[in-house]
């Protein structure tokens, strides 16, 4: 059982259908939810929470309806919205202890629990300046501080490297990175730069329109979607090329003057073959490995 499941789940707007049938199993750990702007990921957060409800089809939050049990639900996930959230004329001492208090937890452990989480996230002294007063990368620890006090078993985070500079952006990274791989504890990112996807996540979702189009282990999806080799050689390439066409292999011109791409070889060893026969030598010998980036752009265009 996943953390999350949805069947059938559709959200019909006025003018917009965000979800259309939506069927999926998230699994534990750190999962990437990767869509363009449209896709229907905030509006699928939205139902998780309980703070709208789906127009059909229905969906369990660790094994909870929002619907019928949304208190129950928002004390066992945090969650980092992607707009500003916190009112700026409080400190992040103040904020972040009324968020623990409002999950339930009493005076004591919700005040223990703040500025334990505040440390966590590296705010110290500043944690008693009002928040209005803050960078936007200090914002968006604040909110990652609010999403953890209360230590839920499930973290949704919208967007967390929105508008954030490359240092403070490789900040959050780790600190979500650490949640996930060393406190016990789901994250599911939902979010548009597939960069923070690659950093963190072990299984991706792809939605489009609406829609889940894609689930796989980060591995599966940007692992190699042929049997094909690239070669560099020093050498002559045409009597590599025939040598190859010996062995039984098709090699074809690289982007590179020295190189050549061979497909669906059986191993390595007719290359090699091929190499000693023709007399060349080979400087390098690669599997091309797919990003994330190619892999998405296919779905999406596909």
């Not at 069927?23 to 309980?50: E, F, R, Y």
């Not at 991706?204 to 591995?219: C, K, N, P």
């Not at 002559?236 to 497909?263: N, Q, T, Y």
């Amino acid at each position: 059982m996943g953390v999350i499941e949805a069947k059938g789940l559709s959200k019909q707007y006025p003018r917009v259908r965000a979800l259309d049938n939506l069927t999926v199993d998230v699994p534990g750990g750190a999962v990437g939810l990767l869509g363009p702007n449209g896709a229907g990921k905030s509006t699928l957060i939205k139902i998780l929470l309980g703070f709208t409800a789906p127009s059909a089809g229905g969906v369990r939050v660790l094994g909870l309806d929002p619907a019928a049990t949304p208190l129950e639900i928002r004390q066992r996930v945090g969650y980092m919205p992607e707009v500003e959230s916190q009112i700026p004329t409080i400190s992040a001492v103040d904020y972040v202890y009324l968020a623990a208090r409002l999950t339930g937890l009493p005076h004591t452990d919700a005040m223990q629990r703040t500025h334990c989480v505040l440390n966590y996230v590296g705010l110290h002294d500043e944690r008693y300046r009002k928040i209005g007063t803050y960078s936007t990368g200090m914002k968006q620890k604040v909110k990652f501080a609010q999403a953890i006090v209360h230590h839920p078993k499930l973290l949704l985070l919208d967007e967390p490297t929105t508008g954030l500079d490359p240092r403070a952006r490789e900040e959050m990274l780790l600190l979500i990175r650490d949640i996930a791989h060393g406190k016990g504890i789901d994250v599911v990112l939902s979010t548009h730069i597939l960069h923070d996807v690659e950093v963190v996540c072990e299984h991706v979702l792809i939605m489009h329109r609406g829609a889940l189009v894609a689930s796989d282990a980060l591995s599966a999806m940007t692992a190699a979607v042929d049997a094909s080799y690239d070669v560099r050689i020093k050498g002559d390439r045409s009597a590599f090329l025939s040598s190859l066409k010996a062995e039984g292999l098709e090699g074809s011109v690289g982007d590179e003057a020295d190189d050549v791409r061979i497909a669906h070889p059986d191993g390595t060893a007719p290359i090699l073959r091929a190499a000693v026969t023709s007399g060349v030598q080979i400087r390098r010998l690669t599997r091309p490995q797919k990003t994330l980036e190619d892999r998405f752009s296919k779905i999406i265009q596909g």
